[in-house]
């Protein structure tokens, strides 16, 4: 046998695999694809993570400015597929405003914008990043996200500028102070006065109905008015208080995620026992289309389970919490093992050209 022919030992062979290096520890180690890699971490892990050997913000930066080099547009639809599939927010924004750092990718990111900043408080905290040039991201913004925040400011509605009015540190009118949105509707002018803190005349608040009436609760403490208006919880029980006849008011006209995260405070105060209150809180959370669109996360719903007045009402408490919970959870089911490597959903398919093998649902 010819010396030469020799294949080595398995360690031998897999030391000479083009792949394969020595990790931190001096281990052998094989890399993995660019994009594979990325979708592994997206998906699995929190922005600033803490890691063994740093934390996965900094990873997280140099595969997607490697990846958005590369393929910009999948670095972008990776972005839409991790808000509007896998329901996360923060690495989504921070994807998009990575690929925006890229010329190539800019496009991409402007017509994607809106997908991945669906809510105003995504607007805030794609500002925060563009901003902020101390996480590496930007030093100067770019002006295709200048642009995009620009154009969203100028569609912003009443109802959000109320809710987001008074959000701490950079808030809704540090934006419109940066971004100039210029409105060619009056009633939007009206709405970016309020959102800056300006004095309102009366053709402004003729423009604000939403906002008038926060000041008539204020002055009348009309209950009629929250219903009315549809106005939010968050600004209402600091005009109110927290009285049963307010969360009785307020639980006939909040949204699903409200309604989730104030079930305890609709107990404690004794609104749950309200015909219509009950009413809309078992048809909201067991209808499979308002629970999916509302894009909550299983755990959300577990909430229910610690919002109880009295163990005579367990038996509805678990059906309301059973029901949420087993309708949120449907689009999770459909994620394959590992061992199901050639059964992906034709989504991810789109976003990525091979399924990792370590993935674990």
Same mark, same amino acid.
């Given at each position: ?13 897999? #030391? ?7 990790? %931190? ?9 660019? #994009? ?6 997206? !998906?699995?892990?929190?922005? /600033?993570?803490?890691?063994?050997? &740093? ?9 997607? /400015? ?6 910009? *547009?999948?670095?972008?639809?990776? !972005? ?26 800019? +496009? ?25 040039? #101390? ?35 950079? &808030? ?8 100039? +949105? ?6 939007? $002018? ?15 608040? %003729? ?5 008038? !009436? ?26 109110? &208080?927290?009285?049963? *006849?307010?969360? %009785? ?12 995260? $104030?079930?305890? $405070?609709?107990?404690?105060? &004794?609104?749950?026992?309200? =015909? ?17 669109? /509302? ?15 009295? @163990?005579?009402?367990? =038996? $509805? ?8 919970? @087993? ?17 992906? +959903? ?7 050209? #091979? ?7």
């Amino acid at each position: 046998m010819s010396r030469f022919h020799s294949k080595g030992t398995p360690a031998e062979q897999l #030391r000479r695999r083009p792949d394969a290096f020595a990790n %931190e520890e001096g281990g052998l180690a094989f890399a993995h694809d660019v #994009r594979e890699t990325l979708v592994k971490m997206a !998906a699995c892990s929190l922005v /600033s993570e803490s890691l063994f050997y &740093g934390d996965t913000a900094g990873r997280i930066t140099r595969l997607t /400015s490697a990846a958005a080099s590369q393929w910009p *547009e999948w670095t972008v639809k990776l !972005a839409v597929y991790l808000r509007e599939k896998l329901q996360l927010r923060s690495i989504s924004q921070v994807v998009l405003a990575l690929a925006a750092r890229e010329s190539a990718a800019r +496009p991409f990111a402007r017509a994607a914008f809106d997908r991945v900043a669906s809510r105003t408080d995504d607007l805030i905290e794609i500002a925060a990043l563009v901003k902020d040039d #101390r996480n590496g991201i930007f030093r100067h913004a770019p002006a295709v996200l200048r642009q995009a925040i620009r154009d969203r400011l100028e569609r912003l509605d009443e109802f959000e500028a109320i809710k987001y009015r008074r959000a701490g540190g950079l &808030g809704l009118k540090h934006l419109v102070r940066l971004f100039h +949105p210029r409105p060619a509707d009056p009633g939007r $002018n009206a709405v970016l006065r309020y959102a800056l803190g300006r004095p309102l005349g009366e053709e402004d608040l %003729e423009q604000l109905p939403k906002v008038r !009436a926060l000041r008539h609760l204020r002055a009348e403490r009309d209950l009629a008015l929250i219903r009315e208006h549809r106005l939010p919880w968050e600004l209402v029980l600091p005009i109110l &208080g927290s009285s049963r *006849e307010v969360w %009785e008011a307020l639980g006939t006209t909040m949204p699903i995620m409200a309604l989730l995260r $104030n079930l305890r $405070n609709l107990h404690k105060s &004794g609104a749950i026992q309200h =015909p219509e209150v009950r009413s809309r809180i078992l048809t909201v959370f067991r209808d499979p289309e308002a629970v999916l669109a /509302s894009r909550q996360l299983p755990f959300h719903a577990s909430a229910d389970a610690t919002a109880r007045s009295s @163990s005579a009402e367990a =038996p $509805n408490r678990r059906t309301r919490s059973d029901s949420a919970r @087993s309708i949120a959870s449907r689009p999770i089911r459909t994620i394959p093992s590992s061992r199901a490597r050639d059964s992906r +959903p034709p989504d991810m398919r789109a976003a990525c050209t #091979r399924w990792s093998p370590s993935w674990r649902v």
